[in-house]
């Protein structure tokens, strides 16, 4: 009962009530835009032709909701915005301009953000351009005209740039929601876009794997699916919510009459520092192949036809990838320096380690070793339910990448709003009784 009444304190904060009907307001418009087709193509055709797809193909489907079968305008979905934050991530390990406008503050971050718009309209005009060369190319392809009938019904430049300036502006649009969203909304905006994707595609999975068998599926089956189910979810609340404390002791100091200090405490280091933005990444980097082979590169045709197969070859190159990401996301966004810094100017150290240069070599020994096991379940999870669902004939929204995803988001939007609760001295969504989401304690 003590959930129950924790949701329904939601209702009771103004504040708190208006930022998710934001937020569910504009995961509405986007659902919306996803079955507006873009002009000039068979949407019949090109359902015909995703459907059933997996691999690449499968995964950028998966991650538009549903938008590609459909080519919407929302078809390049939000994932030009995050090959540009990889960029802007990218350029911050080489230029120095890049990593000194992150230290300054609101003002740098203000102006980083604007030069990942720049990017993201850059990416979606030249994403643009290759996916109308793949459309157009597919009329001649056994799996476009030779099947189902021609994709594009004009094929040409015309075609071509009314292609680009209504995908461009699509993702241009989406990009403005997800920071209206994580701005005015509740949770971060571009992951509960993804959310939606992901979510809004599982009843059509579930009317395909049924059609599929004709109703008729075994036992064992859906027991092996369920039991694969609730353990991958299980294994993500755990990993997502594990932490590493390093005990503190801050040093006592005498102001006046009065001695502060003296006191304990710990600095939480999660074990999947990157939470999902590594899959994330990793398909987003996986779906350029695809464009560069629109634009008939050398090439680049073997290496899309490899990773849409959706094979070990597929899988292999993934995990890989999430790894990097893994590594990489941790030392763009932790500094051992830094915080080994703050803890200087704080008065506070780690017991049994000096100050300064031993402190942060310390961290970043915990830290990597953290990341080892925190990039090795990352992959497992992304790759092993994908793998077994593949066998079992399982529709594509049913992967590790998808639960992972889904979960994750789900988590942190549980913390924000039970964070906004707790404000407003209301029990958060656990009660009183139980340990919260975030990992605190009730006093």
């Known amino acids: 009962m003590a959930l129950f009444e924790g949701f329904s304190n939601i209702t009771r904060v103004p504040e708190l009530r208006r930022r998710i009907l934001f937020s569910l307001g504009v995961i509405a418009i986007y659902r919306v835009g996803v079955f507006i087709t873009t002009p000039g193509v068979d949407r019949a055709v090109m359902r015909s032709v995703v459907r059933g797809q997996s691999g690449l193909l499968g995964l950028f489907n998966l991650f538009s909701g549903g938008a590609v079968e459909n ?37 740098g971050r203000r102006k980083l953000e604007q030069y990942t718009r720049y990017g993201t309209i850059v990416l979606s005009i030249f994403q643009g351009f290759g996916v109308a060369a793949w459309l157009e190319s597919m009329n001649d392809a056994d799996m476009g005209g030779g099947r189902f009938g021609d994709v594009v019904a004009n ?21 403005w929601l997800g920071e209206q969203a994580t701005e005015r909304g509740i949770g971060n905006g571009t992951s509960l876009i993804i959310l939606a994707s992901i979510v809004s595609g599982i009843p059509m999975g579930v009317g395909q794997y049924w059609a599929s068998t004709a109703g008729d599926v075994p036992p064992l089956t859906v027991t092996v699916l369920l039991g694969v189910l609730v353990t991958t979810i299980a294994v993500i609340v755990l990993f997502e ?11 006592r100091r005498q102001v006046g ?34 464009t560069l082979a629109g634009m008939n590169l050398p090439g680049m045709n073997t290496l899309s036809a490899i990773l849409n197969r959706g094979d ?9 990838l999430i790894v990097f990401f893994c590594f990489f996301y941790t030392a763009v966004t932790f500094q051992p320096v830094d915080v080994a810094d703050n803890l200087k100017k704080q008065q506070a150290n780690i017991p049994g380690i000096r100050p300064g240069k031993q402190t942060a070599e310390y961290i970043d020994r915990v830290v990597t070793r953290l990341t080892v096991g925190g990039a090795i ?19 594509f929204q049913f992967g590790g990448t998808s639960l992972m995803i889904v979960v994750g988001v789900a988590l942190e939007t549980v913390t924000q709003i039970e964070a906004h609760l707790i404000t407003r001295s209301y029990e958060g969504l656990t009660g009183p009784r139980t340990q919260r989401l975030s990992g605190r304690r009730p006093t």
Do not use: D
């Not at 995050?82 to 990218?90: F, G």
């Not at 200090?261 to 996986?286: E, Y």
């Not at 990352?378 to 529709?395: D, G």
């Open 241 to 251: 919510r594990a932490q590493r404390r390093i005990p503190i002791q801050y040093a």
């Open 71 to 107: 080519l919407s305008i929302f078809a390049l979905g939000i994932m030009p915005y995050i090959s540009a934050s990889i960029i802007m991530q990218l350029l911050g390990m080489v230029s120095k301009q890049v990593e000194e406008m992150r230290k300054e503050g609101e003002a």
């Open 377 to 395: 379940y990352v992959a497992v999870i992304c790759v092993v339910p994908s793998v077994i669902a593949q066998a079992f004939r399982v529709p």
């Open 312 to 320: 070990w070859a597929f899988q292999l190159v993934f995990a890989g």
């Open 257 to 290: 009459r009065r001695v502060y200090g003296g006191q304990s405490a710990h600095l939480p280091l999660k074990v999947n520092m990157a939470s999902m933005i590594p899959p994330i990444f990793a398909s987003s980097l996986l779906m350029f192949p695809a």
């Open 155 to 175: 094929p040409g430049w015309g075609f071509r740039v009314l292609t680009i300036v209504t995908l461009t502006t699509g993702t241009a649009f989406l990009m």
